[in-house]
């Protein structure tokens, strides 16, 4: 996202912006549905109606909240009235607790209604309008966060951008009811200068997507982007710069094709550093799985305890990729782990799988997670107590700090205190004994907990982050041979297939509740087609490649800006916003134009022909200079860089379309690290429909009458062999 940090605005107007703007923005996480609230005794507003959770966690509000739509754009300008936006999601701890604070408060909401039409968004329903006004807020203060707070006029122009912000006024900061009342003031008064204030950083917003030129790229800049990550490496923790940490998947998978391209181990070392660290710390849940969305503090020990799909998605891939590289089973046993609480948890009957699990339980964030050293002691038999204890680091006075407070809870979050070699010193056993007993316990434990009140979950089932999940199953699938990751990733492309695609090949975004809605993006568009395309490589079922072709097609017909190049984030008839956004900046997730970077590519190598990397390169054009300021900030769109820079292969298996071989050509070609590679399955009895997707496989025939594996750098072939072990040989040189 382009930030804009300075600009001339009415000087009168820009004072006011600046004082009032809440300046700490704080991320993440709360409940989906407010089991404990009275509903019948209050009266529903414009949420009703929704299927959106967050929308509907505000639906009986005393504040009159409308949705993003016409009827709340027009009774704004029947009554004259700014309008109040705000933006969350149904996760966001922050959200809620200017909920509860100040949105279910009646004397603020006689306020809002007085002098404000108000809307709430659910920023992972609409994506666009997110990201529009979370520009505003870079360029008026220099950061965002959620709740994101926008006041605006009738026709959707900004003139006051904040995240978080308290009832009453605190010290220098001022609290929504005096800013309320301050914005009504200048309403009345100063109407000129805010119309003049909104017009000018509208314009500004306009521009904000504009493209910030041309610049060459070459392999250098793979050099640059590891120096910098090395740079910022924690090399006593794992991860990048100091609390709060992150995971960024997308970052550590480049940094292993840079090992693949470069040889440089130090990038290898960083990525095994970080995801080890990671999966003893607190951010991973040790008992029910998953990862949770990022670490308050260095050593990874204090999560923040809400659980999102594509955290799990992409941390799964990046754990599959480091097994397939060090065959550290450790790595393997994570993302199984993963796997295990996604389709125990996440999964929806259809098949689909559901956004995100709560911070917050039982009005409280975490408690769900942590536990007394007295309440281990009552559920474990003494000697497996003791382990657990010693194990996890778990301490009689608590290890829990609260996350705002910082002061002890008496509550332990488990993470790993000592090795399991450690622990079987101590206790005079054997490592197997050791790791017999923490298995045994625990299961026990995690029965405990499941009797607890849980986290709301969020089931609303997103394209995008499903085309995350189906990568990361496809990808595991085919690695660790194992076959009820395919078939879980096939059930959710055939979910998605018959809810969410529309029956011209146009795909829907979000389905909830047996309704399918709004328009994709071009991060439905990108992940989808990314899923599928791994799925293919895990199966070799053409419709699959077929399908992930025509979602590239789609977008380049209805995103590709002709002018400037790149992906909008909103197709061409999509709704007219203050500003038609362009993301690519790799942050929580890969941007659209990352993913579409490598779609691109591989969709090029698969069918040779040559408009797909014509896009390719028009794209890395688009965000060149963007990327040469601040390479690390781009992680996913440079792995696409690192495929168009470095060797590459196209591997193309020719052979019966039943004969059992083939699978075993795929478990050795999968037995390696070979990122920047297509394989294609050319099945003799069926030749004619592959020829039609990729002609220039016309002339591949087997040889000896056995299965015949051809190893091409760009089109350019080695001899045919027979034997897996050549192919490898192949790669290898």
Same mark, same amino acid.
């Given at each position: *996202?382009? &930030? ?5 605005? @009415? ?22 549905? &407010? ?10 507003? @414009? ?14 509000? #005393? ?60 920023? $992972?329903? +609409? ?6 006004? *979370?520009?505003?807020?870079? *360029? ?6 959620? #709740? ?36 009504? /003031? ?56 100091? %609390?709060?940490?992150?995971?960024? =998947? ?35 849940? +040790?008992?029910?799985?998953?990862? @949770? ?22 941390? %799964? ?136 009140? @849980? ?37 959710? %492309? ?18 909830? $509740? ?63 916003? =203050? ?25 090029? &190598? ?6 797909? $990397? ?42 019966? /379309?039943?004969?059992?071989?083939? +699978? ?5 070609? $999968? ?63």
């Amino acid at each position: *996202m382009k &930030r804009i940090f300075a600009f001339r605005l @009415h000087k009168k107007i820009f004072i006011l912006l600046i004082f009032f703007t809440a300046l700490n923005c704080k991320e993440n996480s709360e409940v989906i549905g &407010r089991n404990n609230m009275n509903t019948e005794k209050k009266k529903a507003n @414009h949420l009703i109606s929704e299927k959106s959770p967050y929308l509907l966690q505000h639906a009986y509000n #005393p504040v009159d909240w409308y949705p993003w739509g016409e009827e709340a754009f027009a009774k704004a300008k029947a009554e004259d009235k700014p309008i109040f936006l705000s933006i969350g999601y149904s996760t966001c701890h922050w959200c809620h607790v200017m909920e509860r604070e100040s949105f279910e408060d009646s004397s603020v909401a006689e306020i809002m209604n007085k002098y404000f039409v108000a809307i709430k968004v659910d920023r $992972e329903e +609409r994506p666009d309008i997110d990201n529009i006004y *979370m520009t505003v807020s870079q *360029m008026l203060n220099g950061s965002g966060g959620w #709740p994101l707070t926008i006041i605006m006029t009738p026709d959707k122009k900004p003139f006051f951008a904040g995240t978080y912000i308290p009832k009453e006024s605190r010290g220098n900061r001022i609290g929504l009811i005096d800013l309320l009342e301050r914005i009504d /003031q200048l309403w009345q008064t100063e109407r000129e200068k805010i119309d003049g204030s909104a017009d000018e950083i509208s314009l500004h917003l306009e521009n904000a997507y504009s493209s910030s030129g041309v610049v060459s790229l070459d392999g250098s800049i793979l050099d640059e982007a590891f120096d910098n990550f090395n740079a910022k490496f924690d090399a006593q923790f794992g991860g990048f710069g100091n %609390a709060p940490k992150f995971p960024s =998947p997308h970052n550590l998978m480049f940094l292993l094709r840079y090992w693949k391209s470069s040889g440089n181990e130090k990038s290898l070392k960083m990525v095994e550093k970080t995801l080890t660290e990671m999966r003893k710390g607190g951010i991973f849940d +040790r008992v029910g799985f998953g990862f @949770h969305r990022y670490s308050t503090d260095r050593e990874w020990t204090l999560p923040h305890f809400e659980k999102m799909l594509y955290d799990q998605a992409m941390l %799964a891939s990046a754990y599959t990729e480091l097994f397939q590289i060090t065959k550290n089973n450790d790595f393997k046993k994570t993302a199984e782990e993963i796997f295990t609480y996604v389709l125990r948890d996440m999964t929806s009957p259809e098949g689909g799988f559901f956004s995100a699990e709560d911070a917050d339980s039982d009005g409280e964030e975490g408690k769900f997670y942590v536990w007394t050293a007295q309440e281990i002691d009552r559920l474990l038999p003494s000697e497996d107590s003791e382990i657990f204890k010693f194990y996890f680091n778990v301490k009689k006075a608590g290890n829990f700090r609260d996350e705002a407070a910082r002061k002890p809870t008496g509550n332990n979050i488990l993470y790993v205190g000592k090795s399991v070699s450690e622990t079987a010193d101590s206790f005079g056993k054997t490592e197997e004994e050791i790791t017999g007993a923490l298995e045994r316990s625990r299961e026990i434990i995690f029965k405990a907990r499941e009797k607890r009140i @849980h986290p709301s979950k969020d089931d609303k089932i997103l394209t995008d982050w499903n085309g995350l999940m189906i990568s990361a199953l496809a990808k595991a699938g085919k690695i660790f041979d194992e076959p009820k990751y395919i078939q879980a990733a096939e059930r959710c %492309a055939s979910f998605i297939s018959g809810k969410l695609t529309n029956e011209n090949g146009s795909i829907l975004h979000r389905y909830r $509740e047996g309704e399918a809605a709004i328009d994709g993006y071009i991060d439905d568009y990108a992940f989808l087609a990314q899923g599928l395309t791994e799925l293919y490589e895990a199966t070799f079922e053409l419709n699959y490649l077929i399908r992930a072709k025509e979602l590239t097609d789609f977008a380049i017909a209805n995103f590709w800006d002709e002018e400037n190049g790149g992906f909008f984030f909103t197709r061409n008839n999509g709704e007219k916003l =203050p500003a038609r956004s362009k993301d690519f900046y790799d942050g929580a997730i890969p941007s659209g134009n990352s993913v579409m970077l490598l779609n691109l590519i591989k969709t090029g &190598r698969f069918t040779a022909k040559e408009k797909y $990397e014509t896009y390719a390169d028009k794209l890395v054009g688009a965000f060149s200079a963007s990327v040469k300021r601040n390479p690390t900030a781009y992680g996913q769109f440079l792995s696409g860089f690192d495929f168009l820079a470095n060797q590459s292969f196209e591997i193309i298996i020719v052979a019966e /379309q039943n004969d059992d071989r083939v +699978r075993q050509i795929s478990k050795v070609l $999968e037995s390696v690290f070979v990122p920047n590679k297509v394989a294609l399955f050319l099945p003799t009895g069926e030749k004619e429909t592959v020829n039609s997707f990729a002609p220039f496989t016309k002339d591949y025939e087997t040889l000896n009458d056995k299965p015949t594996i051809y190893v091409c750098r760009n089109y350019s072939c080695a001899l045919p062999t027979n034997d897996a072990e050549k192919m490898l040989e192949l790669l290898k040189q």
